[in-house]
Each structure stands twice: as C-alpha cells, then as structure tokens.
C-alpha cells in the first residue's frame, strides 16, 4: 500500500495523476490549527504539562540524525528547518516518534516519518525492538476527534436543515433541561461557552453511552451560559449524543457512511480493531497515569469529588489501537464525540482539503460552501464553530488570516493556513515515552510552534 501511494504522489507531483487516492494526499490545502491553551480537559488539555526533558549528553549532529531513524520524504522536497526540529526532538527524548505532512497546492513539501512508533515498555524500560514510525502508522487523535469527527458530522446535519446552530440542545435532547440548561444552544457547546464542566471523570458513574448520558445531563452547569470560553469534552460529548439523536445511529456509523466512506478514507475510524482494522498503530501511553492522578491527586489542578477507590479499572498495558482517553474508553466503548477517532496524516490531510475547497471534493459537494464558511468564521468566542481560530489559542506568532485548527492530547497537531493554500498535519505520540515525576508528559506547545513557523518560512509567509 505504502509503494502505490508513493508512486501516485510521485505522478501527481507532475500533475499527472487525478485519482482520488492521489488527490487525498494533495488536493487543495488543509486548514489550520492550534493548541487549545488554558484547557483543563483531558482529551484536549493544553500540552503544556512539562518542560522539556534535557539531553542526557551533548550529541554532534551526525549522532542525533543516527539515534532518529526515518522514512525519507517521498513525492515531494523537505523543508529543512522543520526536518531538523523533528530530528532534533527525537534525539533529544521530547518525543518517541513523529509523522509530518506539509502540502501546498498540489505539491507535497514534506512528508516524512520519524523515530519509533512503540519505543518503551510499561516500566519505562526501553524495548529490544522498537518499532519504527512509518508514514502508514495510525493515530489516537485525542482532541482531533472534535473537529473531523464531531464538528463534521454537525456541520453536515446543519447543512442537511437536521440541526439549527441557534436551537436549544434540549430541542435534540429533551433529558438536557432544566435550570439554565435550557437556554444553552447548539452554537454554545461547539464554541465551548454552554457553561459546562471542562472535564468529570465519567466512567466513575458510566459504563455505556446511555449511562454517560444520563451522568452529563444530571450535572449542573459550572459557568454561565454564552459568556467565557471554558474547554469541555463534557459539551462534545452532548454533541455526539445529538448526533445519534438526530440521525439513529453513532457517530462513527454515520461519519464511515457519510463523509469517510464517500472521500474513500480507508484509516479514519473509531475502534479499528473492532472493525478489522490491524494497524499499524502508533503505541500511545502505559495505561492512564496522568488521567489517574487527575482524581488521586486533588493538587494536581482538577475538580474531582469522586471517591478515588471507587473505580477498579484502570489500565496498566501499552495501549495500541485503543483509545488513551479514559471517558471515552470506558464509559462509551470507544465512540465519544470527544475523543476516540483514529486517523493517518494523509488521511487528515484530505479532509482538511475538502474544507478549503468549502466543502467540495471532485464532483462531490459533500457540504455546501455556506454552511463551511459559517464554521470557519471566528464568532464572539475569538474561535470557529468546533475549530479554535484565535492567536492565543493557536500560540503561532503572528498567524496568517484565516487560520484554524486543533491539537489532541495524544501529540496530535493539524494546522492550516487557507491563503497561503498550505496544509500542515504533525502527529506525534509523545505518550509512549512516559510522564516525568510530576506525572505530567512533555510539553509539545514549542515544538508545534517551530514546526509552524519553519513551514511559514518556507513558503515565503512574512508576519503582518
């Protein structure tokens, strides 16, 4: 598979290829991105939980491109700067391993795989084998879920007349009420001003979808309702369940059916392993340490009342192809509207193409131009419908007009910057190196940065 992909990125690159496999990788541009700062949710916390751990000993340049195996970019040229910056935290233990996709246009400016895929054992030992990252490793998207499974799936009901952005979410769902829940809207909970809780660990009074229901719509609202921006999976996870509502089956069901099946996605989907998928998977974390000490440790800056040896359940295994986010695993057998879609760079790429196309691919409308461009307008929030779209949130300096995106918990990162029709998707799994004492991983915010800002250099991009 990866030969074939290779060979029509090679063809397309002399335009002279028009097939859709080709078309996924290099279509038009993918949009933009960016850190979530200041979120206290899991899923899509901000990354910046840990500095950076130091080189163990100084290392020549040749030694680190030699500790940091790579597949070579293929189809297109490498941006040497954002090269260097992978390389360089690779050897320098930021992060295990790391796929990076650069498009322009219909050219490919980087596409490359670096460092391992599974490179430590639960005991932080490190294993005998690692394995490699390759370009066709899939990822926990954490966080990514949000916006190219969730936000997707919305916008295509709004776009169908099936859901009115300015209703109230109990219009959908009428267990949803009481109180000041009632005058939360559809538009409140995608720009994460409904007022909602950032994060409740759910799998402590859940173990099934409906059960997960009937937990988040029984808690109270934490904020007032339309006023400040307050990250929550707990208001993705509401939309995942209007989903449902609205169309009479699961989000993944109705995503493979209507927008991944259709673009010819064949690795975007939650619980592959359920659906036959074997990988290969990019190893996430050892278990859910940092989620654990989220309720054992009332200092580690979460809101948790639950009795902390109420739950018996936590997982002390490398999870490969399983979702890391713990509310999602447990309590929703891995389908949430926060967290649980598994993805590859190319396979992101495509669908961030469609959005800067407004919603076309081929002769394919998948969504009107209208109903893309509502979401992609930066509302009162300072942020989309779904995608963040603010410098402060993005954290890239000086960003070009237009840009959104998200990042995922995992080290997921897809950025794009729709007038200079450049994509970036840069996916990582930093989880697998472990947490330091303080139970935290490694902070990815500069890296992203760099990584952002060497592919702005690139292309000529010069701060407004």
Not at 132 to 146: C, E, R
């Amino acid at each position: 598979m990866a030969a074939v992909m290779d060979s029509l990125l090679q063809l397309r690159m002399s335009r002279l290829v028009s097939s859709r496999v080709a078309s996924i990788m290099l279509s038009v541009t993918l949009f933009g991105a960016g850190a979530l700062a200041g979120s206290t949710s899991l899923a899509g916390c901000s990354d910046d939980t840990r500095a950076i751990r130091p080189l163990e000993e100084s290392t020549s340049d040749a030694v680190r491109r030699a500790a940091a195996p790579s597949v070579e970019a293929r189809g297109g040229r490498l941006i040497p700067a954002a090269d260097s910056i992978l390389l360089e935290a690779v050897s320098r233990k930021v992060l295990p391993g790391a796929v990076l996709l650069v498009t322009q246009d219909e050219s490919v400016l980087h596409r490359k795989a670096y460092g391992y895929a599974r490179l430590y054992n639960p005991d932080g030992s490190r294993l005998a084998e690692p394995e490699p990252m390759t370009l066709d490793h899939v990822f926990d998207l954490a966080s990514l879920t949000k916006v190219f499974a969730t936000t997707f799936a919305i916008m295509m009901l709004v776009d169908r007349g099936d859901v009115d952005l300015d209703a109230p979410v109990s219009q959908y769902l009428t267990e949803f009420a009481g109180s000041s829940k009632d005058s939360v809207l559809v538009r409140h909970l995608l720009t994460h001003t409904a007022g909602l809780y950032p994060w409740k660990p759910v799998y402590y009074h859940a173990t099934s979808p409906p059960e997960a229901f009937d937990y988040v719509r029984s808690l109270p609202l934490a904020y007032p309702v339309g006023h400040e921006r307050h990250y929550s999976d707990l208001g993705f996870m509401l939309l995942g369940y209007l989903v449902e509502a609205r169309t009479g089956e699961d989000i993944d069901s109705f995503l493979r059916e209507n927008v991944y099946g259709p673009l010819g996605l064949q690795k975007t989907m939650f619980v592959p392993r359920e659906h036959g998928f074997s990988g290969p998977f990019a190893a996430t974390s050892h278990g859910n340490p940092f989620e654990r000490r989220m309720v054992f440790d009332d200092e580690f800056g979460y809101d948790v009342d639950e009795d902390p040896e109420a739950f018996d359940q936590w997982r002390d295994y490398t999870l490969i192809g399983e979702v890391n986010d713990g509310n999602a695993h447990h309590a929703h057998d891995g389908v949430a509207g926060h967290a649980g879609l598994f993805s590859t760079a190319d396979d992101l790429t495509m669908l961030l193409q469609v959005l800067i196309a407004e919603g076309r691919y081929e002769s394919l409308q998948l969504v009107s131009a209208e109903t893309v461009r509502e979401f992609l307008t930066i509302t009162a929030s300072g942020n989309g419908l779904g995608w963040a779209m603010s410098p402060a949130v993005l954290r890239i300096e000086n960003p070009p007009q237009g840009v959104f995106g998200h990042t995922g918990f995992t080290g997921t990162y897809a950025v794009g910057f729709p007038v200079q029709r450049t994509t970036l998707v840069l996916l990582t799994n930093r989880q697998n190196l472990g947490v330091g004492a303080d139970g935290r991983y490694n902070s990815l915010d500069e890296l992203r940065a760099e990584v952002a800002a060497a592919v702005l250099d690139a292309i000529g991009h010069r701060p407004r």
